[in-house]
């Protein structure tokens, strides 16, 4: 059992830089896929970027790649989302997943199996 809680959202402004935390409930997060996911009102839930259960890959959405890092410390449980000049586009809701590791990271929001229960982050232009 993964429990996930999202810190960190607020507002930023278009260009500066925000980072989202999420929080695991134990030690057994380790050897999850993490990932992030954000929903805008009236899109469907998009994929952000996800990270393995070493670290040692990451990946990104499209429209993001270049602009937001994910990263993962295992001894504190937690999993990051730095977003670097942000765009009004970007604002969202957005929401940490876990999945137990597999080969094959998931861009699907149905391959998660945890959430949490998101954080909002607006972008001002």
């Known amino acids: 059992q993964v429990q996930l809680v999202e810190s960190g ?10 980072r989202l935390s999420c929080a695991a409930s134990t030690r057994t997060s380790s050897a999850y ?3 992030w996911f954000r929903q805008a009102p009236g899109q469907e ?10 670290g040692g890959r ?8 270049g602009r937001f890092t994910i990263s993962r410390d295992n001894a504190a449980n937690t999993v990051f989302l730095r977003l670097n000049s942000p765009r009004p586009e970007d604002t969202a809701v957005y929401y940490c997943a ?8 998931g861009v699907r929001a ?8 998101g954080a909002q982050v607006t972008v001002s232009s």
Do not use: M
């Open 33 to 35: 896929t993490l990932a």
């Open 45 to 54: 839930r998009e994929f952000v970027a996800a990270v393995s259960w070493t």
């Open 110 to 117: 149905a391959e998660y199996d945890y959430w949490g229960p």
């Open 9 to 18: 959202g607020g507002l930023v402004q278009a260009g500066g830089s925000l």
């Open 58 to 65: 990451t990946f990104y959405g499209d429209s993001v790649k």
């Open 98 to 105: 876990a999945a137990p590791s597999r080969l094959r990271v």
